[in-house]
């Protein structure tokens, strides 16, 4: 599924209903005091939790969100009503900041699913309210308060159960295409994956987000190639796969494992606390000695990292390594 994961947009609360400047008249009653009510507060614009969602694709072309305005008051007291808020409804571990000033507003979460991005005005008082011992007929009435209207930024950093890694071209795409309902692009040159794709797997019990991320590069924890923008998604998932070439001769497939696991040491969050697994892609177009040489080499230098040699086009090693994701997630 397509996968959007920055917006900006231009938030507006409803502003509060004007209050009323009214006196009562009935019949018999020549004299009736003053019976302005008070207007109905702006509606807020809240920032809300939705499960059902997982990129900012809902908010894609759409730029201003407002809610609805406060009525005036009116004559017998009567307080008009009070504007409707406007929900913007938001997936799992997104960051809220106020665009002018960078500042962190919230994060929506499990637990902190409302957040009010733009308060309501109040409403303004209507003339009964100016009702004294000294004044028995005022005639002023306050006006209902502005709308609060705000540019914020939206960042998505919590996107899946389990990332995939690697360098261009080490068979991300492919592996997710073939695991998961994702369509994700699959080309024979660098950088196919601009964006990152989603894709579910599930079995009886439970299910599994996977996220293809762009291939990362050397020089990605400084903003090279794709930047720390994919090395922030990374962060936000739960395990990290990590795919290598396994048709590059072995000293690159080393180089190539060890360019992105410089990256993620260099970049300033910890990724120290994520599981991670390599994966051994295209072994199809191995033969078995060479299956065995990579995985020695790769054992020697990491002998704590469980290993899985797969074949996403030919279907080889995925029954085990799907088990084995599932146990882990």
């Not at 922030?232 to 998932?237: D, I, L």
Request: net charge negative; with cysteine.
């Amino acid at each position: 599924m397509a996968f959007f994961d920055e917006a900006r947009i231009t938030v507006i609360s409803g502003k509060g209903g004007n209050g009323c400047s009214s006196f009562r008249r009935e019949k018999y009653i020549p004299k009736g005091g003053p019976d302005g009510g008070d207007g109905g507060k702006g509606g807020d614009v809240i920032a809300i939790h939705d499960r059902n969602l997982n990129s900012l694709i809902n908010l894609k072309g759409k730029r201003i969100f407002s809610a609805e305005s406060g009525k005036s008051g009116s004559g017998k007291n009567m307080k008009g009503e009070s504007g409707e808020d406007l929900l913007i409804p938001l997936p799992n571990g997104t960051l809220i900041y106020a665009e002018k000033t960078g500042e962190l507003i919230g994060e929506i979460t499990d637990t902190n699913e409302k957040i009010t991005v733009a308060k309501g005005g109040k409403g303004g008082l209507g003339n009964a309210r100016f009702k004294s011992s000294t004044n028995q007929s005022p005639r002023n009435f306050t006006e209902g308060e502005e709308s609060d209207k705000r540019d914020i930024m939206l960042e998505l950093r919590l996107i899946a159960d389990v990332g995939l890694l690697g360098l261009p071209n080490a068979g991300k795409s492919t592996l997710i295409n073939n695991i998961t309902n994702s369509k994700s692009k699959i080309g024979s040159y660098a950088f196919t994956t601009l964006q990152p794709e989603l894709g579910v797997m599930e079995n009886d019990e439970k299910k599994i987000t996977i996220a293809d991320l762009p291939g990362i590069i050397s020089g990605a924890s400084e903003g090279q190639g794709l930047g720390t923008k994919f090395l922030k998604h990374a962060y936000r998932t739960r395990f990290l796969l990590h795919l290598v070439d396994g048709t590059e001769d072995i000293e690159r497939a080393l180089i190539s494992f060890d360019t992105i696991e410089r990256e993620l040491d260099e970049f300033h969050l910890d990724f120290t606390n994520q599981k991670r697994w390599l994966c051994i892609t295209k072994v199809d177009l191995l033969g078995d000695d060479k299956i065995a040489e990579i995985l020695k080499a790769f054992q020697v230098k990491f002998p704590d990292l469980p290993i899985y040699p797969i074949s996403s086009l030919e279907g080889q090693g995925l029954e085990n390594l799907i088990e084995e994701l599932f146990k882990q997630i």
